[in-house]
């Protein structure tokens, strides 16, 4: 909480807070020096002075907080959590050397590729959350890396970014429509996890914090994901995605998934159209699928269309800040349903937005200005 500055007239009661903050000072590292022009002040200056300090602190507090990834991923699991399994064996034998940047891996027999986006300043003893980026129908890896501000991220809150490129074999990029076959679907989830597997296996990866999240079709093909790769993912975000209802809809409905998951889904409103794919209705049958499962949900809702999220970063962070919170604020081991938002609420000053609720239409859909919409 910020505090305001302290009033000119500083009432005697006051007297051991002044003492207390002159204690601070001096245990943050003052010299004798300052310590002794601090005894020169009067008891209001003081109080500024200490106030001053205190709302510094503050400051400096809420960015730590804004920029860890231990929120709740790397705390330690409660006794009987249960506990993510370990990555798959990769299937084409020896993992490829991976580099920060582009990298290419056989999968299935076949060259597919995907950036690797790694902290600047990585430590040797750090353990990282890993999140895999699915780009939208006219996007490209380079462009979600650029768009997304995903180095900064990375930098900032401590994750592993894994940007798969599309196999340039179907008009939709990725497998989430009716007319793909189940084959071609095992496939690209094949692909998911052998870049697990491999990056597993060269970096120090927090299995308990592995998420997916797309945007549009990328959106679409996480959503089917999700819950067929649900094993290994302790989240999800769905970005103008959503699934089909079994009733004439392109996209193929939501599958069966063996571990329940949180899922940030985010559309912009009745308008969020592209092609043939409503959008809103396809989020909304997503949400009800997860509701029926018993799957926690956070929803937003922009009514941007489908354009881009405008989402206000945190002061200093890179802007979809709140994204990657909300996968660091929601780690496997879970109990199914369970989200810490629930207690606490949407976290404030993390850069989630006002147009966001708990729960499956919750959210009171923004309004203003939008940027031009896309598709």
């Known amino acids: 909480m910020r505090h305001s500055p302290r009033s000119r007239q500083v009432p005697c009661a006051v007297s051991l807070a002044i003492a207390?903050?002159?204690?601070?000072?001096?245990?943050?590292?003052?010299?004798?020096?300052?310590?002794?022009?601090?005894?020169?002040?009067?008891?209001?200056?003081?109080?500024?002075?200490?106030?001053?300090?205190?709302?510094?602190?503050?400051?400096?507090?809420?960015?730590q907080t804004?920029?860890?990834?231990?929120?709740?991923?790397?705390?330690?699991?409660?006794?009987?959590?249960?506990?993510?399994?370990?990555?798959?064996?990769?299937?084409?034998?020896?993992?490829?050397l991976l580099v920060s940047g582009k990298n290419s891996i056989k999968s299935t027999g076949h060259a597919r590729s995907f950036l690797l986006v790694v902290p600047s300043d990585l430590h040797s003893d750090e353990l990282?959350?890993?999140?895999?980026?699915?780009?939208?129908?006219?996007?490209?890896?380079?462009?979600?890396?650029?768009?997304?501000?995903?180095?900064?991220a990375v930098d900032q809150q401590r994750f592993l970014a894994v940007i798969p490129d599309a196999k340039a074999d179907m008009i939709f990029k990725w497998p989430f429509n009716v007319g793909d076959s189940a084959a071609r679907q095992e496939e690209e989830f094949k692909f998911f996890d052998d870049m697990l597997s491999c990056v597993s296996a060269q970096y120090k990866v927090n299995s308990n914090c592995v998420s997916s999240a797309g945007v549009s079709a990328g959106a679409l093909f996480t959503d089917q994901l999700a819950s067929?790769?649900?094993?290994?993912?302790?989240?999800?975000?769905?970005?103008?995605?959503?699934?089909?209802?079994?009733?004439?809809?392109?996209?193929?409905?939501w599958g069966s998934p063996v571990h329940k998951l949180p899922m940030f889904v985010l559309w912009g409103g009745p308008l969020d159209i592209c092609i043939v794919i409503n959008f809103q209705t396809g989020s909304r049958n997503l949400e009800a699928a997860l509701q029926k499962d018993g799957n926690f949900i956070l929803e937003c809702v922009h009514n941007c269309k489908h354009g881009e999220p405008p989402m206000?970063?945190?002061?200093?962070?890179?802007?979809?800040?709140?994204?990657?919170?909300?996968?660091?604020?929601?780690?496997?081991?879970?109990?199914?349903?369970?989200?810490?938002?629930?207690?606490?609420?949407?976290?404030?000053?993390?850069?989630?937005?006002?147009?966001?609720?708990?729960?499956?239409?919750?959210?009171?859909?923004?309004?203003?200005?939008?940027?031009?919409?896309?598709?």
């Open 228 to 253: 067929a790769r649900s094993q290994y993912l302790a989240s999800a975000l769905s970005l103008s995605g959503g699934v089909g209802d079994g009733s004439g809809s392109p996209v193929k409905p």
């Open 128 to 152: 990282l959350p890993v999140v895999f980026l699915w780009h939208w129908l006219g996007g490209s890896s380079d462009e979600f890396l650029r768009k997304g501000e995903v180095q900064a």
């Open 20 to 63: 207390g903050a002159v204690a601070q000072l001096i245990g943050c590292g003052h010299e004798p020096e300052e310590v002794a022009q601090l005894a020169q002040l009067t008891p209001s200056e003081l109080a500024d002075r200490a106030g001053s300090l205190t709302a510094a602190s503050d400051s400096a507090s809420d960015a």
């Open 66 to 96: 804004l920029s860890s990834s231990s929120i709740y991923c790397n705390q330690t699991p409660p006794a009987g959590a249960k506990l993510a399994p370990p990555p798959p064996r990769y299937s084409g034998g020896t993992c490829p």
């Open 312 to 375: 206000d970063a945190p002061p200093g962070m890179s802007k979809y800040a709140s994204l990657w919170r909300f996968i660091f604020d929601h780690p496997y081991w879970l109990a199914p349903g369970d989200s810490p938002y629930k207690t606490s609420g949407i976290p404030t000053g993390a850069g989630f937005p006002s147009w966001c609720g708990i729960g499956a239409r919750s959210a009171v859909p923004r309004t203003g200005a939008c940027p031009a919409p896309g598709c």
